[in-house]
């Protein structure tokens, strides 16, 4: 379902889709600050080339069917490109699967990271049909557990030293989880 043809979601103030070479300069002012990155396992990216080809490794990730990347579109920006919201480590097994984001640090507190994330928790549940949506996040990343909690997420605990992040080293990470019968309430 989520591999087919590339899925498309659309809210009231965003759009979820394919990101594009033509995003390549939103993709680097994203990838290229510090801040955006300081509580995620993801190391800055301050080469353009270098940004230019990881835009090319999200379609390589889709079509592998390993990770979707979408692009976050703003309706109210000009329909530019603000932010990035992705879904991994699909479970068949468990019908279960993690997603992230990471919006450009001038769009922090707006509610497009809650806006986008409801986007694909709805697509989720009711096209994909998983049972189990959660997300891990870095203790002091108050603002990433704020968007979990407004999604109706449950901080499920802490997981201490049980992850290797790159630039970070060995992390403590919080784990929150979403499941279809919460969300069907």
Known sequence: MVFG????????????KRIEETDLQEVFEI???????????IIPKNNIDTVKNMIGHFDRDYNKKGRIKWGIFSKNHENKLVGIIEAMDFNQKINMVTIGYFLAEKYWGSGIASEATSLLIKFLFETVDVNRIQAEVMPNNIASKNVLIKNGFIKEGLLRQASLWSGKGVVDLEIYGLLKTDYNK
Do not use: A, H, R, W
């Open 5 to 16: 043809n590339f899925p498309i979601l659309e809210s009231t103030n965003v759009v979820l």
């Open 31 to 41: 990838y290229s600050n510090d801040k955006v990155f300081e509580f995620c396992g």
